[in-house]
């Protein structure tokens, strides 16, 4: 399986001390047969700059500045933008995304290779842990579409592994969305029916750095109504009334939250976490 080119999209928005992390561990991968695409929504010369002496040592490594005139942020649309981006750019059969502030165990993208393959998987995703946290996120091995509707949400994109010509032919990431995007993309490709396998390791470690902005939480509340804009009617008919009316009643709960870590920032993170343990246990059992 070692034939199989592989397309690293890390996306880079002014974290260049972060992003040092990150590279650093995808050229550590023990899978080798990599493209990796350093997409900078910023264009920092500092970025730049780290990035090149990195290409210097190998020559897998490319950077992409992302297209003039196109709006970058680190937390709106143009995450999904520069993902797209980075997408038009890849040549490799299935494409890994890393954000700059997370970060990849050495075999992780060998791991995934492997389980994507065997299983005809269009996404492959992992456990995930948490910088400076014991939590280990738990996602079903398999979910199908009515689990993600239960779920409210997956993993994190970082944890991502895709068929790219599946992923173009679901149109990518939808930039309209002002979160939730990779979601979203696990959505879509259950509600069409592709396959969608976890690894049942943790492969990678997410950053909360956002965590401690209250426009992080404003943005998590958004997400829930844009869930339900989107995904709303699917709820009612694949979860039933009871199904629905319980999934409205735990988004109003994570909507509650949410506010409260608009106030108090970061210190409501940890009572998230638990609580999305504590479900992902029971559905697990």
Partial sequence: MDNILVTVILNTYNRPADLSRALSSVVNQTYKNLEI???DGKGLQETRILVGRFAVKDSRISYIPTLRG????????SV?????????LAKGKYVA??????????????????????NDAALTSCQMKIHGDTHIDKPRVTPVYEDLLKSFNMSCTSSYFLNRKILNRIG???ESLRSMHEYDIALELARK?????VVQQPLMTMTRNNAKD?????????????????????????????GFVFNVVKSSLLVLLFLMGFFVKEKVWGIILKLKNMYQEDKNA
């Fill in 70 to 77: 196109k709006k970058t942020s680190a937390l709106y649309g």
């Fill in 97 to 118: 995304m890393l954000d700059d502030d997370d970060y990849w165990e050495s075999n992780k993208i060998e791991q995934q290779v492997f389980y994507a393959e065997v």
């Fill in 172 to 174: 990518g990431f939808d």
């Fill in 80 to 88: 999904q933008a520069a993902r797209n981006y980075g997408l038009t």
């Fill in 37 to 39: 695409l350093v997409v």
């Fill in 214 to 242: 209250r426009e992080f939480y404003y943005i998590k509340i958004a997400e829930v109504f844009d869930l339900y804009r989107l995904y709303g009617k699917d709820m009612l008919t694949y979860l039933g009334a009871r």
């Fill in 193 to 197: 029916g592709y396959m969608i396998y």
